[in-house]
């Protein structure tokens, strides 16, 4: 649902003012009121829900101006100039700058009413249309990243693109290898903030301080080691989103912070006592019922209460099997491409093969196999002609290459965030890339 457009009216008479007002009042029409045109440029961003109507003569910013800048930030937002008697030049010219249309003092409430109107229209239309741009944009890109025809994912795509521009917390359920942080990111990359930075954090296995560092961020000299200050992946995913996988193995002192994060949306980095403010979206992932964690007291009942406001499950590969063989041809395709190998023969007999195995590591599994496949280090239901054999060394390039390419593919091709996701340093990173022949501008 929109928001109702409302008109931003501009003028410094006080008496015409009003009377405007209470006349567009009076059509049903929320109408805000201003007598400068400064706090007007203040308030309207692009896509504003509603017009403008503005004196042409006015203190400060004038309305020609006043249309110019609007125009800069909005090229589609309809703009009414109001003229003097006669001031027929600057008709004139505020409709060569892109006016949507003038009204000429004295104007009656009905023709101002008029022409709000079908200024309003005109708004609703343009947003309507790029609202069903953006949905299809959107749509296309979604279906291309999670595959699959299958009810419950076609369903799970569309939830998706409903909470991908909303603050709300998401707790994404699934097995191991279903794609949780797959969903994670298209949550990010579907919403507005899309343009700033994401980033994932496996909960298991790092110790305390550790993790404090990596999400909080520490000082200089704040503890042994810390050399410099080390920003946090909260602030580096200031207006972004932040991925903790495995959030079941958060050990429960972690956990105590992490409710204290959520709740109070602020923190501090390791050794400061400077609060800063939490600006990113927080999705968890999990495998385990975490209620029933809880009921042991294995987990913070209201930790998950935070987190779960709203629970994405995706579906285990066992119970979408119909969609094995557009996944299993998508992965083959892609390793065909990535490493240069002829794409394998996919018949009948190998998809039949295929739908009946139990992939307890589902799609990950399923990606593995037809990988393994393309690469010839295996049959795959004996469908394709096994590849020369391949040295020790070509086998490890190969893979060494497939988990660069993959780094480089989920960062936007940006070298210094696949660094950390490998967690290798850069000129290591740069060194493999260079000796592998991998550029980074092939995954912007």
Known sequence: MH?????????????????????????????????????????????????????????GVDGLTLL?????????????LVTGHGDISIAVEAMRRGAYD??????????????VQRALEKRHLTLELESLREKLDR??????????????????????????????????LGETGTGKELVARCLHEHGRRRGANFAAINCAGIPEPLFESEVFGHEAGSFTGALKRRIGKIEHTRGGTLFLDEIETMQMSLQVKFLRLLQERTFERVGSNELLPMECRIVAGTKADLLELARQQRFRDDLYYRLGV????????????????????????????????????????????????????????????AERLTLGLQDAGGTADPAPPRSLEEQMNLFERH?????????????????????????????KMRRLGIASDDFK
């Open 68 to 80: 110019q800048e609007l125009a800069q930030v909005d090229p589609t937002l309809p703009v009414i």
């Open 310 to 369: 709203i629970v994405l499950e995706i579906p285990p590969l066992r119970e979408r099997r119909e969609d094995i063989p557009i996944l299993f041809e998508h992965f083959v395709l892609q390793a065909a491409v990535a490493y240069g190998r002829p794409v394998p023969t996919l018949s009948p007999t190998l998809m039949h093969d295929l739908m009946s195995r139990p992939w307890p590591g589902n799609v990950r599994e399923l990606r593995n196999a």
């Open 102 to 115: 003038f009204i000429e003092k004295p104007f009656s409430s009905e023709q101002l009413v008029d022409v």
């Open 3 to 59: 928001e109702p457009l409302k008109v931003l009216f501009v003028e410094d008479d006080p008496a015409v003012r009003l009377g405007s007002v209470q006349a567009l009042q009076l059509h049903g029409i929320e109408v805000q009121a201003f007598e400068r045109a400064e706090p007007v440029l203040r308030q309207v961003k692009m896509g504003f829900p509603g017009i403008v109507v503005s004196d042409v003569k006015l203190p």
């Open 139 to 172: 749509r296309d890109s979604i279906e291309s990243k999670i595959l699959g025809r299958a009810p419950a994912i076609e369903r799970l795509r569309r939830v998706i693109l409903e909470l991908a521009d909303t603050d709300a917390n998401v707790l994404v």
């Open 403 to 431: 988990l660069i390419e993959d780094a480089l593919r989920a960062c936007g091709g940006r070298a210094a965030l696949a660094c950390e996701q490998l967690a290798v340093p850069k000129k290591t990173l740069y060194d």
